[in-house]
Nanobody, 116 residues
Framework: QAQLVESGGGLVQAGGSLRLSCAAV????????MGWYRQAPGKQRELVAV???????NYADSVKGRFTITRDNAKNTVYLQMNSLKPEDTARYHC??????????WGQGTQVTVSS
């Protein structure tokens, strides 16, 4: 379906900001929804934010008002601006792209660590 490559993770202090990027570098079928999910050690993967090709967004309650997802369709790239980061945001963040047939592709993830 697509090959997704994430970047932008790192170590930041609580209250700081990071911006994640995810580029679809190989595309077999057009991607409709792109999004970010995260998985902390010992926990299940959870939705962070998703955005459709038309720009509709959905956020996890835990990140509303702090994170913003945007998308550049011409570049097949999705971004996640993360502000006011908390230690509980520490996780590996994975990018996902879903095509119009419902098939999903995943990136390998980028680590975000927030220190208190």
């Amino acid at each position: 379906q697509a090959q997704l490559v994430e970047s932008g993770g790192g170590l930041v202090q609580a209250g700081g900001s990071l911006r994640l990027s995810c580029a679809a570098v190989v595309i077999i079928r057009s991607i409709n929804t792109m999004g970010w999910y995260r998985q902390a050690p010992g926990k299940q993967r959870e939705l962070v934010a998703v955005i459709t090709r038309g720009g509709s967004t959905n956020y996890a309650d835990s990140v509303k008002g702090r994170f913003t997802i945007t998308r550049d369709n011409a570049k097949n790239t999705v971004y996640l601006q993360m502000n006011s980061l908390k230690p509980e945001d520490t996780a590996r963040y994975h990018c996902s792209g879903t095509d119009y047939a419902g098939a999903s592709s995943w990136g390998q993830g980028t680590q975000v660590t927030v220190s208190s």
